[in-house]
């Protein structure tokens, strides 16, 4: 996922100097639907939502509605088309999916977004993931799709070798504590295998970012000083403590990939679409299991929404689809489709969901425990305009201290100066 957003936001703020087209909500009476006529719905999605089926039996159930689907390879392409139209004031689909770690750009503009408000919708979603699509007002911008529940995947064979509990529900109860305690047990275990305990210091960053309220903003939106900012320089400091069980690899890069053929890493901070990458890098590996636990108690990361642009020219028929789209039972469907795991709070009680387990990770029952890792989450994160952008900075001294480039003192230095150069102030 692409941390900076500078680009987009400049992209998006040049959209307040064009005029949109207005756009009320047609009278239900008056709408092509009930006319008789056709009304043609487009909605633009990424990667994977696992709606394509549920498109065809929307439209069988709707006769008089079409949809049309376009669909973007990476999240990225999806925003800066977003971006691009959304200045240009036309052409954006009737419903536009948004991923949480852009939403905020988008937030900064509620006038240029249906309020999604409805009596059917009340309590339908955990309330940290309805928050975040919440603006200052009580206006819902989007209705939540998925949600990333995070646990943590161990190495079983490797924790044995180490000398450790490997059993799943006695590993919940060797890591449950708080980072520092997580971090001893990585101690142990890297002393007694000559194993690196995690895998980056940015996977362990973001995983301690989902516990902090107001990293880098406070809740009016206004940027924290880096140079102020005790809380995240505290993180920093701390992560950076723990290099000697880092394997030391960037996420994502051929070198973490490959870690998973062989003994890269005991452990990984598991979010729910994680399972899938783990599976895919690891195949033809044994000995990966699930544990129920998360340092510090619970994490989301990552998870979109449905937004309905008032450049839609059917509002009506647009945000009934998306509440539809985004109902317990659709999102069931989509989760046995393509697995992503849903964010309504009915879908965590759907038997389909609590009852599935995974073969690769040992038959863990992952469903039961992501929904245990759901309903564990506390922290309402405060994602504004400038946190991704922030974020990045910092992400990147950690990077520049792992990889051997800067110590812990010189690469903060840049950090500040990178703080400043964002011009926030």
């Known amino acids: ?39 043609t719905l487009t909605i633009s999605t990424f990667n994977e939502f696992g709606y394509d089926n549920l498109f065809n039996e929307y439209m069988e159930a709707h006769p008089n509605i079409k949809i049309e689907h376009r669909k ?14 959304m200045a240009a004031g036309s052409g954006l689909s009737d419903v536009v999916a948004a991923e949480g770690s ?21 309590g339908r979603w955990l309330d940290w993931k309805s928050a975040q699509a919440t603006d ?5 911008l989007g209705y939540g799709t998925d949600s990333g529940p995070t646990a943590v995947c161990y190495r079983r064979d490797l924790f044995e070798k180490a000398g450790l509990p490997s059993d799943r529900e006695e590993v919940a109860k060797l890591l449950d504590g708080d980072w520092d305690h997580f971090f001893e047990v990585g101690r142990k275990f890297t002393a007694a295998s000559g194993i690196p305990w995690y895998d980056s210091t940015n996977s362990i960053y ?58 890269g890493f005991g452990t990984i901070l598991c979010p729910s679409w994680m399972l899938g990458v783990v599976e ?8 990966w299991d699930v544990a129920n636990v998360f340092p510090g108690g619970g994490s989301n990361s990552g998870g979109s929404f449905l937004m309905v642009p008032k450049q839609s020219k059917h509002p009506d028929e647009a945000k009934a689809f998306a509440d539809w789209l985004t109902a317990p039972e659709q999102q069931i ?57 922030i974020r990045q900075v910092v992400g990147d001294a950690l ?12 690469s903060w230095q840049k950090a500040l100066q990178g703080y400043d150069d964002l011009g926030l102030e």
């Open 1 to 39: 996922m692409s941390m900076s957003r500078r680009v987009a936001a400049l992209s998006i703020a040049a959209a307040l100097t064009l005029p949109l087209a207005a756009c009320s909500s047609p009278n239900k009476n008056e709408s092509s639907t009930e006319s008789g006529g056709q009304v």
């Open 72 to 85: 973007a390879a990476k999240a990225d392409e999806a925003r800066n088309d977003l971006n691009t139209r």
């Open 102 to 122: 852009w939403l905020p750009e988008l937030m900064q503009y509620p006038d240029k977004f249906v309020d999604l408000t409805s009596p059917s919708v009340e």
């Open 136 to 140: 200052a007002e009580g206006h819902l």
């Open 206 to 263: 973001e995983g301690m970012l989902s516990q902090v309220a107001n990293a880098f903003e406070n809740s009016d939106g206004t940027p924290i000083p880096l140079k102020d900012n005790t809380q995240v320089k505290g993180i920093y400091d701390k992560i950076l403590g723990t290099l000697d069980i880092s394997a030391k690899y960037s996420a994502w890069s051929e070198d973490w990939t490959a870690a998973f053929q062989k003994d």
């Open 280 to 287: 895919g890098n690891a195949a033809g590996k044994t000995g």
């Open 333 to 389: 469907k989509a989760f046995k489709t393509k697995g992503n795991f849903p964010s309504q709070v009915k879908a965590l009680e759907d038997p389909a969901l609590k009852e599935y387990s995974n073969e690769f990770f040992n038959n863990a029952p992952v469903g039961s425990i992501l929904v245990d890792r759901a309903k564990a989450v506390q922290v309402r994160v405060y994602s504004g305009p400038h946190y991704a952008a």
């Open 399 to 410: 990077t520049r201290v792992e990889t051997g480039v800067d110590d812990a003192d010189a």
